[in-house]
C-alpha cells in the first residue's frame, strides 16, 4: 500500500489507452501519486474480458495494470464527446493515447494543429505500432507480431526449437516502461522551458530496444544471431544446471568469480585448463565446461546450494515457477505482491525513499467514477444527464 502522497503527486494524467503497453505506463504513473482518469470507449477497454480468471466482470489482465485510476466512459467520436475532452485537458499534464495513427487529427485533436496550440504545456505521448511514418508507419502493431518482426522470437528459445514468443508480453510492458520515461524526461525539460511537447513511442523501436546484446553482437561481426537456449551468448558458464532437487542458474561475469565459483566446489583445478583459462575460451568450449559443472552438481540439492552460493558472493539461484516466486520470503520483504481487499496484484518495483508509492485504490469499474470526474470539471447535474442522453456518457459497455 502507498504510504504517502506519491513523487508524482499533483500531476493529472488523462489516459485514452487500452490492452497494455499505454496502461502499464499510466500505472507507473499512479502508482506514485498521479491523478490517473481513464478514459474508456463505449465497448471498454478489451482486456477487461481477457480471460478467465475472472473477478467479478473484469479479467485478470485488466486488474493487473489498471490499479489507481479513475474510470469515465465517453464516446469521443461524437463531437460532445470531444469537447468534454477538452475540458478535461485544461488543466491536465499529461494525455497518453493508443488509437491509430491519424484518430486524434481526424477528430481534430491533433497534437501539432490543436492541442499544442490550445494547451502549450500539455506532454502528449502517443503509443503506437509503427508510427505514423514510414514504410510501416499508420499500420497496427501487437506484442507477439512485433517480438517476431524485430527479431527477438528469433533469439529466443533453443537450437532444437522453431523461434519461440516470449512467456510475457515483453515489448507491450517495455513500451510502457520507455513510455513513463519518456513522459518524465519531457515533463522535466517543462520544468526549465514551459512548454509541453509530443512523445512519440512505438511498439516497434522499443522492442527492437532490447535487442542487446545480440543487436551489438551482428553489428561487430556481420554474424546472424540465433537462439542459444539457456546459456549467454557472450559469457560462460552463464546457464542453468541440473541439481538433485530443481535447475540453478549460474552467472560467472568473470575469470575472478569462475574462479572463486570452481574453489566452491572443490573444482580449484578447471581454471587452469586451456579450455576454460578466459571467458573467451569458456564460450568456445563451453559444452564440455556444461558437462563437467552438471556432474559436479548432480548430488547437490539446488535450493540449499544457491543460498550457499549467493552468501559466498556468487551469482546463483533456483529456477523457480511463478507461484513459487510469488510466495518467496523475499517476495513479501520487498512488498512485491499488493492486497486491497479482494485485489491482488503486484507491487511497485520503484521504491523511494521519502515519497514512497503503491496501491490506493482497486482497478476501477467501467465509468465508476463518470459523474464524479464530470463534476469536477464543472458539469452541472443537468448537464452530465443531458450527456447520459446523448450516449456521450457511457454507464453500460456496449
Known amino acids: 500500500m502507498a504510504r504517502s502522497a506519491g513523487a508524482l503527486a499533483g500531476l493529472k494524467v488523462i489516459d485514452l489507452t487500452r490492452v497494455l503497453g499505454g496502461p502499464y505506463c499510466t500505472m507507473i504513473l499512479s502508482d506514485h501519486g498521479a491523478e490517473v482518469i481513464k478514459v474508456e470507449p463505449p465497448q471498454g477497454d478489451e482486456v477487461r474480458e481477457w480471460g478467465p480468471p475472472f473477478q467479478g466482470d473484469a479479467a485478470s489482465y485488466f486488474i493487473g495494470v489498471n490499479r489507481n485510476k479513475k474510470s469515465i466512459a465517453l464516446d469521443l467520436a461524437k463531437p460532445s464527446g470531444r469537447a468534454v475532452l477538452l475540458r478535461m ?108 511537447q509530443y512523445v512519440d513511442m512505438t511498439l516497434h523501436d522499443c522492442g527492437m530496444a532490447l535487442l542487446h546484446p545480440q543487436a551489438a553482437n551482428y553489428l561487430l561481426n556481420d554474424k546472424r544471431p540465433k537462439a542459444t537456449g539457456n546459456p549467454h551468448p557472450n559469457i560462460s558458464p552463464y546457464s542453468a544446471f541440473k541439481t538433485a532437487t530443481c535447475e540453478i542458474f549460474v552467472a560467472c561475469g568473470n575469470d575472478p568469480a569462475f574462479r572463486k565459483f570452481c574453489a566452491f566446489l572443490g573444482l580449484e583445478g578447471l581454471p587452469e585448463d586451456p579450455r576454460f583459462r578466459t571467458n573467451g575460451d569458456r564460450v568456445t568450449n563451453r559444452e564440455a565446461l556444461a558437462a563437467i559443472l552438471e556432474q559436479r552438481l548432480s548430488t547437490e540439492d539446488g535450493h540449499d546450494l544457491s543460498d550457499r552460493l549467493l552468501a559466498a558472493g556468487l551469482p546463483a539461484g533456483p529456477v523457480l515457477n511463478v507461484d513459487e516466486a510469488l510466495a518467496a520470503p523475499h517476495t513479501a520483504h520487498r512488498e512485491m505482491v499488493t492486497q486491497l481487499g479482494e485485489f491482488r496484484a503486484l507491487g511497485t518495483p520503484i521504491k523511494l525513499s521519502r515519497t514512497p508509492g503503491g496501491t490506493r485504490a482497486a482497478p476501477p469499474a467501467f465509468n465508476q467514477h463518470g459523474e464524479d470526474v464530470l463534476a469536477a470539471h464543472g458539469y452541472s447535474a443537468e448537464e452530465i444527464a443531458a450527456l447520459k442522453a446523448e450516449g456521450v456518457l457511457i454507464e453500460k459497455k456496449r
Open 89 to 196: 485537458l485544461e488543466d491536465a499534464d499529461v494525455l497518453v493515447e493508443n488509437f491509430k495513427p491519424g484518430s486524434m487529427e481526424k477528430w481534430g485533436l491533433g497534437y501539432e494543429e490543436v492541442l499544442s496550440k490550445k494547451f502549450p504545456q500539455l506532454v502528449h505521448c502517443r503509443v503506437s505500432g509503427f508510427g505514423a511514418t514510414g514504410p510501416r508507419g499508420g499500420l497496427p502493431g501487437y506484442d507477439a507480431i512485433i517480438q517476431a518482426m524485430v527479431g527477438l522470437m528469433s533469439i529466443n528459445g533453443t537450437p532444437e526449437t522453431a523461434p519461440v514468443r516470449m512467456g510475457t508480453p515483453i515489448v507491450d510492458l517495455a513500451t510502457g516502461l520507455y513510455s513513463s520515461i519518456g513522459i518524465l524526461m519531457a515533463l522535466q525539460e517543462r520544468a526549465r522551458s514551459g512548454q509541453g
